[in-house]
Structure formats: C-alpha cells, structure tokens
C-alpha cells in the first residue's frame, strides 16, 4: 500500500507505528478503535487481542522492556481506558516506554452523554510522561512519532494518544455522518447547527490531505557528565571494599545489555543484580552474589549504585554505611537524591556509564579477600537453602520445585516473575541465564502481571522457552488469558506454586494480628481451569512427580502449547521475616 495514500486516520495511526519499528499490537477491541486495529492488519502489523485491556498493558510493557522499543496496546474509550490504569502505574514506576492509544468519543459530542464518553486526561496523565489530545487528523501521525520518541527518552516510561473515533475514518463517511446528525430541518436552530458541524468537520480534516508519512525520530540517550565520571574513578581507586548495584533502570537501552554485562565484569568489584538486570551476567558468575545484600552494603566503603533508587528495597538508604562514599547513576536527578544524598550523581544513562567507568577505570587486583569474602557467605548460604530443599513432607518442598526448574529450564529461559512468597524464594534459587530473562513487576509490586508479561515476552521472542513463576494467588488474576495463549498459538509455562493462600501477606498478619481473614484460598484446581481453556494442565501433589511434570511441561511448550502446572506447596520457613514495606 502506498504511504501517501491514507485510507483513513486509523491508517496514519497504523503507518507510525510501522514507521517505529512497532511489529505487535495488543489490544481488546470496541468500537471506537477499530479502524486503527483493521488498518494495522492490513500494514502487517500483528493484533493480538486478549481478555482484559489491563493484559494488553503488560504485554506492551514486557516487549518494551526485552527489544528496547515501545510496547503498544489499543483500547477503546471508557472502560477500555479505565481498565488500564493499574498496568499503566505499573510501567511508569518500572520506567518502561510503551505507547497506549486510547478511543475517545466523537470530537462533536465529547461532554454531550455520549456512550462511554468521560473526561480521560484527569484519570490517564498523572500516570504518563505525556497524554496526547487528538483533535485534528492530520496530528494523528505526528503526536504517534512524538509519543514513541517521548517514551524513549529521559527517563523512560508511558505515552498516551487519545484517538476520538470521528478522526479515523475516512472523510467521506465522517461528513455524511455528521450531514445526518444535523438534519434537513429548516429553522433557525437547526441551520444553525448545520454550519457548526460542517464547519466543524473541515476543521478536523484541515490539512489532512497534505500530510505526509511519517519517519522514527532519533532517540538520544542522556549522558552522565565527565566530572562524574572522574569523581566515580577516584572514588574507585581509594576504595578497598568497592560494591556494584545494577537495577532495571541500567538495561533500558536493550541492545546495550551485553557491552554492559562486559563492562562489569571488567570493573571486576562484587555485583547485586536487581529487577531486569537480574541475569546479566549469566547464570553462575564468580562476582555476582545474590545473598546478604544488606550486609555487604553495610560493610563497602563505596557503594555505586546503576538505576537503583535509595526506596524501600534499600530500606530508604539506610543499607549503605553513612561513611561509605556513594556513587547514584541515575537519569532521573530526584531518584538519584532519594532519601539520601550521594557524594557523586551521574545523572545520566547508568548502563553507559558503567561501560564509560570501565574503560577509565584500570584495577580491581587488590579486592580479591573482599569478593573472596562475600563469596565465603555466598556458598554458606547456598549450602543453607540446600539443607532447606531436602526437608520432606506431605507435597511439594517449593525450594526443592525451584531447584528443579532452575536445573531444567532451557539456556534461553525468561522467567516472569509474579507473586508473593513462592516468587520470592524463586528470586534467591532461580539463575537468570542471561540478560533481559527475568521480567517482575518493579517498584510497584504489582500482582497479576504474569500473564500480560509472558505474553509480550513470547510474542517479541518466539522460539524461547517462557516460564510464568506464579503464587496460586496471583495467578488467578490473569487465569482468562490462558484462552488468548491458546487462540494466539503462544506457549508459555505457567508454574503454580499452589500453598492456598496469599501466604506473604498470611505470613505477618497472622503473627502481628493472629487472624488469617481474607487471606485463605483452596487447593483450587487451577490446571482444570488452564484445560477449559484448551491449554495443557498437569497436577503436580508429591515430590516424586515434580521432575516428570516439569519435563513434559517443556515438551509441550516446545510443541507451541500453553501449560500450566499446578503444584501443591507444604510451607517453609525459607521467607520468614523477610517483609518490605
Ligand atoms: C494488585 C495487588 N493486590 C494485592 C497485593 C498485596 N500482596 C502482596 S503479596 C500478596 C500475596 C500473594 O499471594 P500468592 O500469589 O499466592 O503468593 P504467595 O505469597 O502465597 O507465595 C498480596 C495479596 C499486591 N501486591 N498487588
Ligand atoms: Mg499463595
């Protein structure tokens, strides 16, 4: 199809998006969108459409995080809209760029009782770096390059297009549209409203004609500045006890991860790997710890901290020793500040400047006791969870489960991360095979997010191995969408770490209030519920049925079918007193 011929303002919308690189479009479908969803199509772009517009958000948001390019989701005005707003926290918190475009109702009758007609922008724009009003066709592909090049840049995050379904059609049927809605009458009134509306539709398509296709704006990356960059080598000279932080915020620029994951390597100082940095630099690597944390920040002398804010999985900073000199990249400058103030900001790209430090930065020989050291407690620790693996019951030891994923899962595994405890456990035992293979929520902890996620994770990357790690409680949120796996073609492994119950929140309610209310499931057969859908479901009770069960789980996914696996927990005490607030 030619560019320069516009079917309608749904192909202009669709037309940016394949300028932007944008293969997938998530969505579920209403009236006001459907011209962008049938254009779309038309331009080769795939519609996957799903059972909840919340899902659609996810799933743009999972693509966002793993190919570097923004995510998008359509839905249509209302509670299309309104269906999203968790998601869209979501990915604004996590700072994922995704694009939503939003339906909206016709431009003429917006206020006047129209269906699902409400003022969008006070419920969508506190939660996006920029909420786009479309009220003339020919913004339609312009305000879509922005959107893309806005959710990119700074710190990245979501962009909202609202789309009234009057600019997407062609100019043809919007003006017998509006010819029928102001009548024949002759009196005053109604000829009065005749030249409003026509007056009104020629403005909406002024220019539109003239308006060319457009093209991907470059996005650029903000750069730390160079006295940053001297300060955090000098402070990496003096340092005897040195530690490395790197979280999500460090691994936006997709395509970078692996000149990151080098870089760190040749800093050569202990590293924690947090949110989708988890992984980056492989499986088992000799200074990647995963335990203690608290502890080795409180025994550096220098903490230098990659996208990763002072909040609560600090303990609001209160984790790094106050005269331990703290290095805070960050390209955002109020979350580099938060709570505590560092003695060098790199307010910039923090995965950049990682690769900038260890190419200045030559050393590293003298703090082999210290990682020598970290790793002691590293092993001990290991040694610990082990021990806790063997204990036996009447079901499923949940650390014993994941020790036989993480001996399963494919080379390519990518692990969707959501729950409560049982995912918590998976963040200690589960090994990351790589960069970009773990996808968890972010700072807003939110529940539900598995099944969206494994879906924009299988549909950007096809062939790999997706495993959802679920809590029994978690996975009923998203349980619809196992239809769309299937309808879809998508195989992912949904892990069901089924204790009935809500077990991190039971955990210290109970303790502090001695009542469980509202924090108890059943041992529902979940897999049933998968099968209904015409996924695969496999019930896991014992021990000895854990390796089969997971082994023909993978075969079945490597056959492009969608499983999930329920398996009955005992409880553990591997999570106690383990409690962020
Ligand atoms: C949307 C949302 N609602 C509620 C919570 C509070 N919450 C945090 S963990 C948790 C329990 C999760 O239960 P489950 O998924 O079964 O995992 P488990 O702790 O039992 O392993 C709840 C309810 C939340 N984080 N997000
Ligand atoms: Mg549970």
């Known amino acids: 199809m030619p560019d320069a011929a516009f079917q309608h303002g749904g192909d202009r919308v669709a037309q940016a998006l394949q300028a932007h690189g944008a293969r997938t479009l998530f969505t579920l479908c209403g009236g006001h969108i459907s011209p962008i969803l049938s254009a779309a199509k038309a331009r080769g772009i795939r519609i996957v459409d799903v059972r ?149 539709v020629r403005k909406m398509f002024d220019g539109a004609a003239s308006a060319q296709p457009v093209t991907a704006r470059p996005v650029v990356h903000p750069r730390a500045d160079e006295a940053a960059l001297r300060g955090a080598v000098a402070a990496l000279s003096k340092s005897e006890r040195p530690l490395l932080v790197i979280g999500s915020q460090s691994v936006v620029i997709a395509g970078e991860a692996q000149r990151l994951a080098q870089a760190a390597q040749r800093l050569g100082m202990p590293v924690y790997l947090s949110g989708m940095a988890r992984g980056l630099l492989g499986r088992d690597h000799p200074l990647q710890m995963r335990h203690q944390r608290r502890q080795a920040l409180r025994e550096a002398d220098c903490v230098l901290l990659a996208g990763v804010p002072c909040d609560f999985r600090l303990d609001y900073g209160r984790h790094v020793r106050r005269s331990a000199t703290l290095v805070a990249m960050n390209r955002s400058a109020r979350d580099a500040r938060m709570n505590r103030r560092p003695n060098i900001a790199a307010i910039g790209d923090a995965g950049l400047f990682l690769q900038d430090l260890a190419r200045a930065f030559v050393g590293g020989a003298r703090w082999t006791a210290w990682i020598n050291q970290l790793r002691g407690r590293e092993l001990h620790r290991e040694a610990e969870i082990d021990q806790q693996a063997t204990a036996t019951g009447e079901h499923v030891n949940p650390l014993a489960l994941l020790r036989e994923v993480e001996r399963q899962a494919a080379p390519d595994a990518l692990f969707v991360a959501d729950g409560g405890d049982f995912v918590g456990t998976a963040s200690y035992v589960l090994h990351p095979r790589g960069p970009l293979a773990w996808l968890d929520p972010g700072a807003f902890g939110t529940l539900g ?116 696996v329920n398996v009955w927990l005992d409880k553990t005490e591997f999570r106690e007193g383990s409690l962020s607030m």
């Open 52 to 200: 909840d517009e919340a899902t659609a958000v996810f799933a743009a948001d999972a693509t966002a995080r793993l190919t570097g390019i923004p995510g998008v989701a359509a839905v249509t005005a209302g509670p299309g809209i309104t269906n999203t707003i968790t998601a869209l926290k979501n990915a604004q918190l996590a700072q994922s760029p995704l694009l939503l475009i939003g339906g909206a109702a016709p431009t003429a009758l917006q206020g006047r009782g129209a269906l699902q007609d409400i003022d969008q922008r006070p419920l969508v724009a506190p939660h996006v770096k920029r909420f786009f009003k479309i009220r003339r066709v020919r913004d339609l592909g312009p305000a879509i390059e922005e959107a893309f090049q806005l959710a990119q840049s700074g710190v990245p995050g979501p962009v909202f297009v609202e789309c009234p379904v009057d600019l997407l059609y062609d100019e043809a049927s919007i003006r017998q549209w509006y010819a029928e809605a102001a009548g024949k009458g002759t009196s005053v009134p109604d000829r009065l409203l005749r030249f409003y509306l026509g007056r009104h």
């Open 449 to 564: 997010v598995g099944a969206g996620f494994a879906l924009g994770a299988a549909i950007a990357q096809p062939g790999r191995e997706v495993w959802i790690v679920f809590g029994d409680g978690a996975c009923g949120y998203g349980l619809a969408e196992f239809d769309s796996f299937v309808r879809h073609g998508v195989p992912v492994i949904a892990l069901v770490g089924n204790d009935a119950g809500w077990t991190q929140i039971a955990r210290e309610q109970v303790k502090m209030l001695h009542d469980d209310v509202a924090t108890v499931l059943a041992r529902t057969d979940y897999h049933a519920v998968a099968a209904g859908f015409g996924a695969e479901g496999i019930v896991v009770r014992r021990p000895d049925e854990v390796q089969p069960a997971l082994a023909r789980a993978r075969e079945l996914a490597a056959q492009g079918k969608a499983v999930l």
